[in-house]
Each structure stands twice: as structure tokens, then as C-alpha cells.
């Protein structure tokens, strides 16, 4: 998935307080055509929860300490404890990049997409 799409899709979904709904509300949409339609409950999920979390949320849930979370993105561990502890607010489109990152990881470790 490009990221422009990804973009779109993250900012849509952090305008719900509620992933099924945010899901339903999508219809069908032309990018959807590129992707199994089997994966496509998964996608939306996945981007969802990567919307509406914290960077230490992420990052806790995919077991990742803050070292070797700073060593994968060459973010100062001060940084990431100011995030965490919310001393400091992550700027939106850095979180968007970095979730993407991990949404591309995630799924491209599941099979990827048919085409593009």
C-alpha cells in the first residue's frame, strides 16, 4: 500500500471512536480492488488500531523496548520516555510514518497485495 493511501485511510479512521463503524462507513472503494477482500476487514482494522494508539501503545504491543524502539528509528531514548509519559507530544505526521512503517511490516509479513 502507498503511503498516500495510508495517509488517507489514518486520518479517516482517527475520526471514529469506534473501529466497526469506521470499517462499515468505508463502502467499496476503488484502491480496494488491488486486495483480497478477505484482507481487506484486516487492513482497515490494522490502520485503525495503528490511528487511535499511542506510540507507546504500539510499541508495547509489539513487545518492542525503548531501546531498541530508538535503535530501529534513531529517536533519543529521552524522546521516547517524553512521549510515553506524554511530557511531549509526537508531531501527528511523524506517528503517521512511523505507523506506517509498522503497518508495511505487518503486512507485507502476511502476504502483501496483488498488484501496484
Known sequence: ??????????????????????????????????????????????????????????????KISRAAFSRMYNIPIRTLEDWDTEKRKIADYNKMLIAYTFFMNDFLGKGGEKNE
Do not use: C, V
Open 1 to 62: 500500500m502507498k503511503y498516500e493511501l495510508f495517509a488517507t485511510l489514518y486520518a479517516e479512521a482517527q475520526e471514529y471512536s469506534n473501529a466497526e463503524m469506521y470499517i462499515s462507513e468505508r463502502g467499496w472503494q476503488e484502491w480496494m480492488n488491488n486486495y483480497p477482500e478477505k484482507q481487506l476487514g484486516h487492513i482497515l482494522s490494522s490502520i485503525y488500531d495503528l490511528a487511535i494508539s499511542s506510540i507507546k501503545e504500539i510499541r508495547e504491543s509489539r
